[in-house]
């Protein structure tokens, strides 16, 4: 199969504003991404509606896509995306533009997801220890994901899925995996062009989850099991946190 990584980049960012060009020890960050993530593909793209971002991708020699302002999510900017490029492809993955150290392996188990026929999306999963602080359990800014026994997700929620019964909350990882989302998906070439036209659904209005859509309308998301974190940056102190981090490891 031929997989292609198409990197969403937007400018404007409510958080934090202009972090595909943020500076990570002489690299901006989308350089990073981007560099993590071409040699584990057959090629890789960023896809922007900024100007700035444009000239920074090219600057490093990068392959990259102009794309409208007025996409809602990366999955609409990856299917204007992957229409510019114009080669078939079997698979899109849509990698997160502020994950600059997103695992090899997670992009591996993303692809073998694919060996299911079934599969039409995919996406990872994390189980959660069970030991985790209730507190962070409950965070509603960390989705959690319910599998069936083939890996298929059942659901999505900002709520604690499953609920247990008659224990108390400090034991419930004692008697269920809760697993948490990883936000990085990818799917068949033939599926974007379709999930894209769908209008918003009633379940992702309520969790403002838009992977709550695919699912209403019975598409098949496969996950992968990893038990890799991954570190995000969505804010400033994000980046101060990851700053720390390529200093350790000497990136």
């Not at 997989?3 to 958080?15: E, L």
């Not at 609920?163 to 033939?190: L, M, N, P, Q």
Request: with cysteine.
């Amino acid at each position: 199969m031929k997989f292609v990584g198409i990197i969403p980049a937007r400018y404007a960012s409510t958080r934090f504003p202009g972090k595909p060009l943020a500076d990570m020890l002489g690299k901006t960050m989308i350089q990073r991404v981007y560099e993590r993530v071409s040699g584990l593909l057959d090629e890789v793209y960023v896809a922007t509606d900024d100007q700035r971002i444009f000239d920074a991708a090219t600057g490093f020699s990068g392959k990259v896509v102009m794309t409208s302002d007025t996409h809602r999510s990366g999955t609409d900017r990856c299917r204007e995306a992957y229409e510019h490029i114009g080669r078939p492809f079997d698979v899109i993955i849509n990698v997160q533009g502020d994950e600059p150290f997103i695992h090899e392996n997670q992009i591996r188990l993303l692809q073998s997801c694919f060996e299911d026929p079934q599969t039409q999306i995919a996406t990872l999963v994390k189980p959660f220890s069970p030991d985790t602080e209730p507190e962070v359990l409950f965070n509603p800014n960390t989705p959690k994901v319910i599998l069936n026994k083939n890996r298929q997700v059942i659901y999505f929620s900002r709520s604690v899925i499953p609920y247990v019964r008659g224990k108390d909350i400090a034991d419930w990882g004692s008697y269920t995996v809760f697993y948490k989302h990883i936000g990085i998906y990818a799917y068949r070439s033939e599926i974007l062009k379709e999930i894209a036209a769908l209008e918003p659904s009633a379940l992702e209005k309520a969790e403002s989850l838009e992977q709550l859509r695919w699912i209403e309308n019975g598409y098949v998301i496969k996950a992968g099991i990893t038990t890799e974190e991954t570190l995000g940056i969505d804010t400033p102190e994000d980046l101060e946190k990851a700053l720390k981090e390529l200093r350790t490891t000497n990136h």
